[in-house]
């Protein structure tokens, strides 16, 4: 027959028994990432790690500053083997200087100066009427060791020996003594009354020049002083009365006025040690010591008439200096 009209719903049924749990499902697509979370605290401190391999060398840094100018250099002390100059504009010649303190004290050797060796002030010597002095500007007198009598008297044969009435031996003083000191016969007690010396070698020749006043001299152009002093001469052992084997009469030598020994830096009178071969020294007073003489001296000659003698009066010596060569390679500056 033919088909019917539908029905009307019907009503909902009674809700079923829950079923069984299902399979696991498939991972979904990754989600976004998250916002950053708040810092958290900090951590303790972990513990030393080792010390890693050496890193490869950086990049040359860039080129410094030029530096200030520099003092000006000293001079090589020698020359080569060829004769040429070891640094341009230093001379290959050198010039040596002796310098006595008259004192106990070893003096100094001047700035860029080197000190070949120090010693005793030698003067002279004397044998049997014949004598001998040293140069106080020369090397030679200055002596490294102390001796009270430093020579011996050799005759034709060869054979050589003391005279032991007539040899001695003079030292500059160091101190000034108005009367004869106790003999001294150990070496320790005479070496506190010798003057001390030093031998010094520098690139500066030397000149010595002397005023002929009491004025002190200025160096020649191109040359600065080294010290000042009083113009010697000579030291002359006068004669004494009686003559004895010990005083042998007068005698000595000048002493070249261009040398520096001819401008001591003190005027001491008298001022020489005597030692004999017999084994003692003393100061010996009968030496007479010549300086040159100034020209104020002539305001003090009251006419032609002998002048009243004044002690210790140092108003007629003439002044002198010693003085080097300024040189532009040894660091000098001329004034």
Sequence with gaps: GMLGIPGTPGTHGIPGVQGAKGNKGIPGIQGPAGRNGFRGNRGDA?????????????????????GEVGEPGQCTEV??????RAKPGCPCDTHLLTIHSQSTD????PQHWK????????????????NMLQDPGSAGSCMETFLPTPFVTC??????GHNFRTEKSVWMGAEVSEEPMTRLTTLSQVERHVSRCNV???????QTVHSFSTEIPNCPRGFEPIWTGYSYLIPILDSLSPVSEENSGRAGQGIPTDSPGSCLPQLQTPSYIECLSRGYCTYNTAFSNYWLRSNDANKTDNNGQEPPKQENSIENVSRCAVCKRVNRWNGSRRK
């Design 46 to 66: 972990g513990e030393n790690g080792e010390k890693g391999e050496e890193g490869p060398g950086g990049d040359p840094g860039r080129s410094g500053r030029d």
């Design 79 to 84: 020359c080569t083997g060829t004769g040429n």
């Design 106 to 109: 070893i003096p100094q050797c």
């Design 115 to 130: 000190s070949l060796w120090v010693g005793y002030s030698f003067l002279m010597i004397f044998e049997n009427g014949v």
């Design 155 to 160: 005759d034709r044969n060869g054979a050589c």
């Design 200 to 206: 010094c070698m520098g690139p500066s020749l030397v």
